[in-house]
T-cell receptor, first 118, second 114 residues
Framework: AQSVAQPEDQVNVAEGNPLTVKCTYSVSGNPYLFWYVQYPNRGLQFLLKYITGDNLVKGSYGFEAEFNKSQTSFHLKKPSALVSDSALYFCAVREGRYYGGSQGNLIFGKGTKLSVKP | ETGVTQSPTHLIKTRGQQVTLRCSSQ?????VSWYQQALGQGPQFIFQYYREEENGRGNFPPRFSGLQFPNYSSELNVNALELDDSALYLC?????????????FGPGTRLTVT
């Protein structure tokens, strides 16, 4: 069965410092991996995805993520955090063989709350 | 903004009642998925519609049902509401051409069942 783990409920970072939000996954085939961000009272906003190719993926707002197949991880990173980055971050996985249908839809982690202090 | 809209924003219902939530997909998208996000949890997949037919369902009972219309708008219907149905309901639209396409989410409908 597919699953996603986000081991940290909350990550605290000082503004200007680098940030990392961790994600590990489990799928039986090739993973399609996604990061979404959720601001209060808002829906989820797409940040970036890994499908194939270069293990370092760049996304919106200066975020990037590194796919590591051997460690089954897809950690979200940003070199310099902003106060406005404070939000709830979700990692999601889909098994790459399918699209559509219940096996093709996203499995989300529980989310990590990122708090960036001035 | 994603171009996916949902209505209403908030809703309060009584246990046992029925509710209909609505979603308008992003222009050009042919697939809509519905998710339930309980407080403090990640979204959980309810079902997906493609070309007006359900083509996948998560671990939700039959009292959760849906429709997709020719203009790709969609409805989520929940019968016999239970207290545990209180959650944020999210719809997401996508263009299914390959498994790598991301889904675009609406702002959600907050359902409270009392």
């Amino acid at each position: 069965a597919q699953s996603v783990a986000q081991p940290e409920d909350q990550v605290n970072v000082a503004e200007g410092n680098p940030l990392t939000v961790k994600c590990t996954y489990s799928v039986s085939g090739n993973p399609y991996l996604f990061w979404y961000v959720q601001y209060p009272n808002r829906g989820l906003q797409f940040l970036l995805k890994y499908i194939t190719g270069d293990n370092l993926v760049k996304g919106s707002y200066g975020f990037e993520a590194e796919f590591n197949k051997s460690q089954t991880s897809f950690h979200l990173k940003k070199p310099s955090a902003l106060v406005s980055d404070s939000a709830l971050y979700f990692c999601a996985v889909r098994e790459g063989r399918y699209y559509g249908g219940s096996q093709g839809n996203l499995i989300f982690g529980k989310g990590t709350k990122l708090s960036v202090k001035p | 903004e994603t171009g996916v809209t949902q209505s209403p924003t908030h809703l309060i219902k009584t246990r046992g009642q029925q509710v209909t939530l609505r979603c308008s997909s992003q222009s050009g998208h042919n697939t809509v998925s519905w998710y339930q996000q309980a407080l403090g949890q990640g979204p959980q997949f309810i079902f997906q519609y493609y070309r007006e037919e359900e083509n996948g369902r998560g671990n939700f009972p039959p009292r959760f049902s849906g429709l997709q219309f020719p203009n790709y708008s969609s409805e989520l219907n929940v019968n016999a509401l239970e207290l545990d149905d209180s959650a944020l309901y999210l719809c997401a639209s996508s263009l299914v051409t390959s498994g790598g396409n991301e889904q675009y989410f609406g702002p959600g409908t907050r359902l409270t069942v009392t």
